[in-house]
């Protein structure tokens, strides 16, 4: 996953978070877009005014041109419609080249390859942060809400060539409970995962990974100084993160902000776990808190 984009209301509310509480760096403007960065990417998180207030758009590399062109040959197998980014769009995204389409609950997606770095200008957080996990593990992963989980595994896995890393029982209530399945395309423990969730955003949270357990706490204290703590630390079951989750300005969508996870290499297998934590993750804030 090479890049994100929301459709926000409040764009100053979403520049300080993306600064002040994320320790992102502002980038500048592309079309209504402000831009941060996280590494030598141009960058790699996009907010733009919208009354969606919700995940606009994902970013999803591919290594060069050829690659782009297997992908359009899968897309046309498998009857997914999809439209090349003009050239109006190559600059906004700062792309060679890219094949613009949706998932199966539309969700719009930006294939592309050939992105621009700025290495003569170096990464400086806005806020106490060492840097980010990115690399050829791309930005970080989300996690999408869906109606029919079958549906969107078919698409992200049979269509797009992700794969399972492990299956998740979820427990959302006494009563409530969803099966979250953790799919990943690099090394990367999970770009993304998929889950029947009823919430009314396309996705629950997106998760952006820290190179030290102290980014991790200097931003615990950013959050918890305006009360925005949705989820304490705790340690995932599966990709071991050690973690907490904020709120962003798009209540529920939450932000995880991690250090510490596993990878996964050939010798992977596929497993289940009954529960999401091995400690901690205690909630705070419910959905309709935010």
């Known amino acids: 996953m090479g890049y ?12 300080a ?11 500048g403007k592309a079309g209504d877009g402000a831009l941060y960065r996280m590494d030598q990417r141009a960058w790699r ?4 005014p919208g009354e969606l207030d919700d995940l606009a758009y994902i970013g999803l590399e591919v290594d060069n041109a050829a690659a782009l062109e297997r992908m359009a040959d899968k897309l046309r197998e498998a009857g997914v419609p999809f439209t090349r980014g003009d050239e109006a769009l190559l600059q906004q995204r700062k792309v060679m080249g890219m094949l613009c389409l949706q998932d199966p609950f539309e969700l719009p ?8 770095e700025v290495y ?3 990464f400086l957080a806005s806020a106490p942060v060492s840097g980010f996990v990115t690399g050829d593990q791309g930005l970080g992963h989300f996690v999408r809400c869906v109606p029919d989980a079958a549906k969107a595994l078919a698409f992200y896995m049979d ?16 009563q409530l409970s969803a099966e979250g399945h953790f799919l990943h ?9 998929i889950g029947e969730l009823p919430l009314p955003k396309r996705i629950h949270h997106f998760m952006l990974q820290v190179n030290t357990l102290d980014d991790v706490g200097h931003a615990y204290d950013r959050f918890d100084a305006e009360g925005l703590i949705s989820m304490q630390f705790g340690r995932h079951i599966n990709d071991h993160m050690i973690s907490f989750y904020g709120r962003t300005p798009a209540a529920p969508i939450d932000v995880e902000f991690g250090y510490g996870a596993r990878t996964v290499d050939a010798s992977w ?12 993750h205690k909630p705070l804030l419910l959905p309709e808190q935010g």
Request: aromatic letters at 10%.
């Open 159 to 174: 269509v797009l060539g992700f794969q399972l890393s492990d299956v998740v029982d979820i427990q959302l209530g006494p």
């Open 269 to 280: 297998t596929v497993t289940r776990h009954g529960h999401i934590s091995m400690w901690g």
């Open 4 to 15: 994100l984009g929301f459709a926000v209301k409040d764009v100053p509310a979403w520049d």
């Open 185 to 193: 395309c690099n090394g990367r423990h999970h770009t993304i995962a």
């Open 45 to 48: 998180i996009a907010v733009h």
């Open 120 to 122: 003569p200008d170096p």
């Open 109 to 116: 997606i930006e294939i592309y390859y050939g992105p621009f």
């Open 17 to 27: 978070f993306m600064t002040k509480k994320l320790g992102l760096m502002p980038a």
